[in-house]
DNA sequence: CGTTAATCGAGACGGTACGTCCTGTCTTCGG
DNA sequence: CCGAAGACAGGACGTACCGTCTCGATTAACG
């Protein structure tokens, strides 16, 4: 008997391993299903088990229930944060902001509606949402931060404030089209200078 | 009820009349249901009609899916749109905001996130929805409108981006807290104070 | 049996009664697929359910379980006592022990032989299996007591004993082939000989 | 035993041998689970395989299937013959009877009414059963032979005939509870003197 | 003494069937 | 004709086993 405690990483579970084939099957018929269209609520354990070719214990043995699984084929999409070009402070909002709308591949946009009631009642889903978007937030706090070195911006923002004020207006207005009014395809750029000149006149400069 | 019902003066339907009885009954089970923390895709039509005393048929006659039944039911809270003091925009301002967060009874936020995914698919819950909102909408421009014609806010405001500017942040936040660091009680006054000051620094006085 | 007979007999249930025809289907099912020979172990409740064009709920609001439904179905086929002949005890008694190894339709032989087990188990089976069994085993008595009457047979017979004498060999050589060497059609006609024989020596009158 | 032994004696199997305390294990398992009232096709490969602390697979390596398995797991219980007093021939009758209802251990009843039907299938099963058996008739028959040379019993007896008289009735008796008039300890009696005494009146001395 | 090869435990694999639950429709009755 | 009650065909659920298939680790006999 070896003294490597049970902690032991290297350490092999015993049995036949979990085949990384059928897992990546079961995440793809996921995703084509979801970007064939079949709504989220309609997808069955027993249609993704059928199009994988995969029996559906070898699901549940993974995933211990279907929004899990649907979050799980979501997250290996792995969207690249948008890169900015890094002149005008503007224009890298612009470009970060309408980011958020264009997320297109596997029907996106769609899926997401369908995720927001989850996350919202699960704890994990929270903690998953936010490593997804922590980091197109960080983007934006760079650039943010860029602007008030250079004096684009003023010095004494609040940086969160500012943040959910560039994104939000895009994630309401696309999923649940909250004005019909704002549907219109310069949605990221309004709202960018809307948020940038602020709505306070400004009689003596400030 | 008296046999002089006389609501039609011509033409009466024949049988027995629809009871008003059971379609309270039912919209009271469904909101029962949802305050007690059921989620709403977990709302089984069969639970419905024996909660509220009544068969399957009674429910479908009156509502061809469950979604129509459950919006009819949220649409039946008929929340009141908030009244502003009138004194200062900025504290209207954020009168209106944080009713946004607060429009408490039975679990109504809990709903609203049940039901955005439903209202981004169907056209008809999304012109219901504007029909909710948009008196709220109303109320926020006369604010708007008041501030502008008095010199308090600038007079070339992007109404409508403002409008959402405003309303996007708490609603995301409440819904899937988007960002941690602003869970916070004073999120709508951050907001309105953002909004009001914008992050463009103004060294010329625009 | 299933009926869940009510205190009242004229009392109706409320709702939609169950209909005799999905009734009938699924117990035509499962005799025709006996009959076509699929082991009695092997019927899926899905199989039945598609073959009688029925939901499985169907199924199961009439039966708890496969077995007792595929007892109600081997039930279903009443089987008529053999008559006799009535003149010689001997041609009856052979006529009557025959055809506990002839009651042919169905496969009904092979059915028995799987039902065995159920009703060495179960205390509502070997209810019914009485049922079934009884009226045969008094015809015999009949035939017997009419022997002793009229001086055919003795007149101290130990009439129980008897009739197992006479009946158990059919069964356990029909069931479980107990001996090949009595594989023989003849075998009742030797078993109720035998059985009126005796095998003691008298060597005087006795 | 299904085991496949090798046609050469002296010829060894390379690699590793089979483990013979497996194989035990895995009997044993069996006979206990039996024993503790499982039914019998209740018995699962997979709960075999945990009870006896060993892979499914090497279950399968040696029983093509769970019958097969169980039938030999049976089978190494190697039940004695019954021996007899040699005196009376009655009372030899009587002991090697009352023996068909007295194979006690291991739920040994439980299990022959399970395995009735799998031995009216299954060939090799029947095989199996007439070497069990088979013994025992050969027993009975010596006692009837002795019987019949000393003039105890009558000297043209249809043997075989006698024996399955002797023998169903307690096998009916036990697996089915053929007819409750019968469930009496002294069973063993009333056949055995029945088939000596016959039914037949004998006016004449025959 | 190392190679070879079948075994071992463990457990994942693609499947099939289970028995339950719900859907949306359809009968039945009494009001 | 409406109302409750509930049966109907259908279909998905999540579980349990089936018999097969990898895994790494043993365990002999052969070279």
Not at 118 to 136: C, D, K, N, S, V
Not at 178 to 203: F, K, S
């Amino acid at each position: 008997m070896t003294s490597t405690a049970a902690a032991d990483p290297d350490k092999r579970a015993p049995g036949r391993p979990r085949s990384a084939r059928s897992e990546q099957a079961i995440i793809d018929a996921v995703l084509s299903m979801i970007s064939e269209g079949v709504a989220i609520e309609t997808l069955s354990v027993e249609s993704i088990a059928a199009r994988a070719g995969v029996g559906k214990a070898t699901i549940y043995r993974r995933w211990s229930s279907k929004e899990q699984l649907v979050v799980d084929a979501v997250a290996s999409l792995k969207l690249p944060v948008p890169e900015v070009a890094g002149e005008s402070v503007r224009d890298d909002l612009v470009t970060l902001v309408s980011a958020i709308a264009r997320n297109a591949p596997h029907n996106y946009g769609k899926l997401m509606n369908c995720l927001i009631p989850q996350i919202a009642r699960t704890q994990e889903l929270q903690h998953w949402y936010q490593q997804i978007i922590e980091p197109r937030r960080e983007a934006t706090r760079r650039v943010l931060r860029r602007g008030m070195a250079s004096g684009e911006l003023r010095a004494d923002l609040d940086l969160e404030a500012i943040l959910v004020l560039l994104a939000a207006p895009m994630i309401v207005q696309r999923t649940m089209r909250w004005n019909p009014a704002l549907d219109t395809p310069d949605l990221a750029e309004r709202v960018v200078d809307a948020v940038l000149a602020g709505a306070a006149a400004r009689p003596n400069g400030r």
